[in-house]
């Protein structure tokens, strides 16, 4: 749908073939340079990512995140246990395998009788606790506990996050899939190429299955469709264009690193409605963090990560309202809430590929209602702009 465009306009001066090759090769090409751009980026941040010293990156926000965690328990939010230093050496030493602990409780609850009187006496009962001797499963020390702290929790959720050990089973899985990934592309392609050449061609095969009585109403639903689905995919291309070259744009004049890899990513996952840009936004703190390890969090890295956000920030305002307006508004024709009801039953139906769907999906339904089922208000109310 997105190089339907493109063969149109090719058409006025090639034969049908020549006019989709071409689409197709320029799509290869497209997709050629964005390899070229974005590989070595992506394995060069990799190689540094398994080369941080993820404890430095855990000690550089230690400062903050105890900051937090203070300004929390000030305000009443959290409750923190004061344990001493030796308190904790005491239970190291009592933990220990082997060892025999005593605990001393105090029973009140005994009577000893001295002569012809009886009164109540505190007797000591002694209780010994043999951890044994016998190997004991160790717990994993990175697993979080309900009785960790804050800055603890934290902690091992960073380093579950950025953890090295990862990456080789994120690179196997890679691997795994590279060569469906291919076979995909490639039918993809063939089968697109004979779309593209012979434009009615979709067409013909809904017709041929559709009855007679419905065939013309079926045919009016699908040039509906195609062109509105059209409007929007072109418009989603434009979409990631325009908040890549943005997002670089901006990072690069702040001097942050990786900017162009940053900005690909969120306009990519821009794409999933509501929380794609959360997503790109914590990408780019992430990749912002760990290309700044041996620097100070108040002086150097927490202006940067300002001005990530900032940026941010920026994108997401003329998304919001410059972009999606004309993306949404003229392509499927959608009134805001339409889009954000269709948006929440697309992510409970199907999660985020639901999400990613939800429009183009509502936006076909909205045309078959149309054309079959126009006798009733809630089609009539919702087709309206159609």
Do not use: C
């Not at 060069?44 to 855990?58: G, K, M, P, V």
């Not at 246990?81 to 190291?92: A, F, G, I, W, Y």
């Not at 840009?277 to 990560?305: E, H, K, M």
């Amino acid at each position: 749908m997105i190089g339907a465009p493109l063969v149109k306009f090719l058409r006025r001066f090639m034969r049908k073939s020549f006019a989709a090759a071409i689409t197709l090769i320029s799509f290869l090409l497209l997709f050629g340079t964005l390899v070229w751009i974005f590989v070595p980026n992506i394995v060069n941040q990799a190689r540094n990512l398994a080369s941080i010293d993820y404890n430095e990156i855990i000690k550089n926000l230690e400062e903050p995140m105890e900051d937090w965690n203070n300004w929390l328990a000030d305000k009443g939010l959290i409750e923190t246990l004061q344990v001493s230093e030796e308190q904790l050496q005491n239970q190291n030493e009592l933990d220990k395998p082997g060892r025999i602990r005593t605990q001393v409780i105090s029973v009140d609850s005994l009577l000893r009788a001295q002569g012809d009187s009886s009164h109540t006496s505190n007797v000591a009962l002694v209780i010994e606790i043999d951890n044994g001797d016998h190997a004991i499963a160790e717990e994993n020390p990175d697993e979080i506990n309900e009785s960790d702290g804050f800055i603890e929790k934290v902690r091992k959720q960073i380093k579950a996050l950025l953890n090295p050990s990862l990456l080789p089973s994120i690179f196997g899985s890679f691997v795994g899939i590279i060569g469906d990934f291919l076979i995909a592309i490639l039918s993809i392609f063939f089968i697109s190429f004979f779309f593209l050449k012979e434009q009615g061609l979709f067409g013909n095969m809904i017709a041929s299955v559709l009855p007679d009585k419905y065939e013309k109403q079926g045919m009016t639903a699908l040039d509906e469709s195609s062109n509105l689905l059209i409007r929007y995919f072109v418009g989603v291309f434009f979409q990631i264009t325009i908040i890549t070259v943005f997002v670089w744009i901006g990072l690069s004049l702040l001097g942050i690193q990786n900017a162009l890899l940053i900005a690909f990513f969120a306009a990519l996952m821009n794409v999933i409605p509501y929380l794609g840009p959360l997503f790109g936004a914590v990408f780019a703190v992430v990749i912002t963090i760990s290309s700044q390890v041996d620097v100070s969090f108040y002086d150097i890295l927490l202006p940067r990560l300002g001005k990530v956000l900032i940026v941010f920030a920026l994108m997401q305002l003329m998304d919001n309202f410059l972009i999606q307006p004309i993306v949404f508004g003229k392509s499927v024709k959608a009134h805001p809430l339409e889009i954000f009801i269709v948006v929440l039953v697309g992510a409970k139906l199907g999660g985020i590929p639901g999400m990613i769907i939800a429009i183009p999906s509502y936006t076909v339904l909205r045309v078959i209602g149309k054309v079959f089922f126009s006798e009733f208000k809630i089609v009539q109310s919702i087709t309206r702009s159609l």
